[in-house]
């Protein structure tokens, strides 16, 4: 029997050239911030995000990183991934993660995205640090398709997780449909930078939209509706 991988999925793994002044940013920021800007993740009381603003928004702090981030998406969604993308991509929201011993992140996939990019701004494997995981699980994480409950009996490369070892200071950028989280973080620090990215203009040919990011107002509104919700 012959076997071959047909439609492998693309993930970008990118060294930032000045990963120290993005590092010393990030550090600050979240040590100005404090606690009060923290919301705690529903499935891991040792994750905590600061998502209520797109961090990257802050072009007096961030316009040079979110800049290359930008270039690279584009060049990762023309040239690794094929696609027709009129104009350029940008990035449309972003958020810290900071987990720490005990931490972890469920499976899960970003919807209305079309790129998603994790930064590694404080990771060390030496100190317990886990790295990403990606599954093609369908059971949980693409409703839409045909659901079979057949138990694994053996492990082969086509049904496992697959752990991408990337290392601090490194962009991982694959597209935002693909389920991917962590389990069992071992050590305190872990930071990451979160990010969605999408196509300034949408077009199939025949039709398309511009795609507009939300103002700080309009982000705030929707994160405090969700909350309420969710309550």
Known sequence: MEVINVLPTPVAIIPCPFHSKVKESVLQEIEEKGFSDLSYNTGSKDLKHIGHYSVLQDDEKYGRFTNWIEQQAEYYAKEVKGDYIPETVQVTDSWYNMSDDGGKQYF????????????????????????????????????????FDIFKKKLTQHNQDNLVFAKEGELLLFPSQIAHGYENNKGDGRITLSMNIMPTVVSSGDYGWRCVNLTPQERLDAFIISKEFDA
């Open 108 to 147: 899960h996939h970003h919807c209305n995205s079309y790129i998603s990019g994790i930064y590694y701004v404080n990771f060390d494997r030496e100190k317990g640090h886990v790295p990403t995981s990606f599954t093609n699980d369908s059971k949980i994480y693409t409703p839409h398709a045909p659901v």
